[in-house]
């Protein structure tokens, strides 16, 4: 199954949610692309809701870093939200559950980036 | 700043090695050509990195005495280097420890996000970047205020920083500001 990945935003978050395979191809540079578009559009608070990923390889893994350190160049940040066991494993395996932000709630997942959510909700009640 | 790398805290050194070993994770950029013969130029992590060498996760196939050329961006270090180990991770991953040549010593002095590390963990737990201190989930948990990183929520002193160390309230050193 080809990796789908829906786009949506809340509050000054882009939520990517990832259905089907992170594999070696048009998955992977799939995701990679569809980041680094959100990082050159000026997006720095990115998170990738990995519930219906059911399978990642190395070069699946090799996308994660590299949106991660794209996002860290740009004072950006990707967080991970609802890793199946599978995915978590493979991270664990890696050791890279610690270079990111894994997290099981998208509103934890949200108020991790900080304060900037916050001063996003107050100018939108201004307005 | 310059001696971060070189710094040797008593009793971190283990398994007969002369330096210490930091597990943090640098963006790098490794190229090379591959066992395959095949011309690689791949963007990983580090999982850890001493003056002298660093262990990056890599998908391409190597072999012990391969040379490559590593690139640490943020550090603005550039070096070739020869591979001394490979450890396969399974799905088709591996650490791939790599020595860095005479003329290359890796120094994160340059670097404009700086890891708390943790002496008793023997890992990261956090990092100061423009000012702000996140944790180990890139949350934004403290700031930095003179010498002391003070949490956000609280206004309470989390630790202070005293030249490449970090220390507690009641100053006892916990650790390196690498």
């Known amino acids: ?80 939200l609802h890793l199946t066991k599978r995915v978590y494993d493979v991270l664990q395996i890696t050791r890279l559950s610690s270079v990111f932000g894994i997290y099981d709630d998208l509103q934890k997942a949200a108020a991790s980036f900080g304060g900037a959510t916050e001063e996003t909700d107050a100018s939108a009640s201004d307005a | 700043m310059s001696a971060y790398l070189n710094e040797e805290p008593e009793g971190q050194l283990d398994h007969g090695r002369k330096e210490l070993r930091w597990n943090i994770p640098i963006p790098v950029r490794v190229k090379g050509t591959a066992s395959d013969g095949k011309e690689f130029d791949e963007e990983s992590i580090t999982a850890d990195a001493s003056p002298s060498g660093m262990c990056v996760l890599l998908t391409v196939p190597l072999l012990r005495g391969d040379r490559v050329t590593v690139i640490a961006s943020e550090e603005g270090f550039e070096s070739p280097a020869t591979v001394t180990e490979v450890s396969p991770l399974g799905l088709n991953m591996n650490r791939v420890r790599v020595r860095f040549a005479a003329s290359g010593k890796f120094s994160r002095a340059s670097a404009a996000r700086k890891y708390i590390y943790d002496y008793s963990s023997d890992n990261w737990i956090g990092y100061i970047f423009e000012g702000i201190y996140y944790n180990s989930k890139h949350e934004p948990f403290g700031k930095l205020e003179g010498n002391r990183v003070v949490a956000v929520d609280s206004g309470n002193t989390l630790f202070t920083i005293r030249g490449e160390r970090f220390y507690d309230l009641r100053g006892h050193c916990l650790g390196h500001v690498i």
């Open chain 1, 1 to 80: 199954m080809a990796l789908e990945i829906t786009r949506s935003k809340i509050d000054s978050v882009t939520l990517l949610i990832l259905k089907g395979r992170i594999v070696a191809g048009t998955d992977s540079e799939l995701l990679n692309d569809q980041v680094l578009e959100l990082l050159e559009a000026g997006e720095t608070r990115i998170i990738l809701d990995l519930a219906q990923v059911t399978f990642i390889d190395s070069t699946g893994i090799g996308t994660l870093i590299r949106v991660h350190t794209a996002a860290m160049r740009k004072s950006a940040a990707v967080k991970l």
